[in-house]
């Protein structure tokens, strides 16, 4: 069956030091990957996307994201925390070829510390 | 980015009642959209999928007498909770795509449903 996991619920990191988000996909073929963040009562906001061509993806806010077909990863990274990161991350799929549904993960709530 | 806007963003109806959720997208035409829940902790759940003109297409346990869509036009789609029990309470999020060869759903900024 085709899933997306997201095997860290909750992190916590220091303002300042890295992050990384983890989420891999099982699908038969390489789909469409997302990346949302949403902050607490609030909608989805797309931090990056990737289709196809140049595996690491830039988006908005200084985040990054790498697709690994080897490992069916699509992980999203930031070389330096903001306070005003805190929030919840979404991985999603979109199977390639069109008109498709959106799969989410179950997220991962993220807490940034002084 | 396109923008959808959804309304209203918090609501409070007593049991029995019925809700309408409006979600618009503001400057793209929107031949699909989406409805989502999303409950506390929980990923968002795709509850059904509408094109516009046509009936949704609701996903596997989910009441389509309860929760009624409607895609008017390419820029308008409503959902309503009918007949709303507490435990509907939860946050509704909409998402809209331009066409079908477009993979992007744009989302709108939720409603946070109570049902008292």
């Known amino acids: 069956a085709q899933s997306v996991t997201q095997p860290d619920i909750h992190i916590t990191v220091s303002e300042g030091a890295s992050l990384e988000l983890r989420c891999n996909y099982s699908?038969?073929?390489?789909?469409?990957l997302f990346w949302y963040v949403q902050s607490p009562g609030q909608g989805l906001q797309l931090l990056l996307k990737?289709?196809?061509?140049?595996?690491l993806v830039q988006g908005i806010k200084g985040f990054e994201a790498e697709f690994k077909r080897s490992q069916s990863s699509f992980n999203l990274r930031k070389p330096s925390v903001h306070w005003s990161d805190a929030a919840e991350y979404f991985c999603?799929?979109?199977?390639?070829?069109?008109?498709?549904?959106?799969?989410f993960g179950t997220g991962t709530k993220l807490q940034v510390i002084p | 980015g396109a923008v959808v806007s959804q309304h209203p963003s918090r609501v409070i109806c007593k049991s029995g009642t019925s809700v309408k959720i409006e979600c618009r997208s503001l400057d793209f035409q929107a031949t699909t959209m989406f409805w989502y829940r999303q409950f506390p902790k929980k990923s968002l759940m795709l509850m059904a999928t509408s094109n516009e003109g046509s009936k949704a297409t609701y996903e596997q346990g989910v009441e389509k007498d309860k929760f009624l869509i409607n895609h008017a036009s390419l820029t308008l789609s409503t959902l309503t909770v009918t007949s709303a029990h507490p435990e509907d309470s939860s946050f509704y999020i909409c998402?809209?795509?331009?066409?079908?060869?477009?993979?992007?759903?744009?989302f709108g900024q939720g409603t946070r449903l109570t049902v008292v």
């Open positions: 998402s809209a795509r331009m066409d079908r060869g477009n993979t992007e759903a744009f």
């Open positions: 999603a799929v979109v199977p390639s070829g069109g008109y498709q549904k959106v799969t």
């Open positions: 990737y289709f196809s061509g140049d595996t």
């Open positions: 699908y038969g073929a390489t789909p469409y």
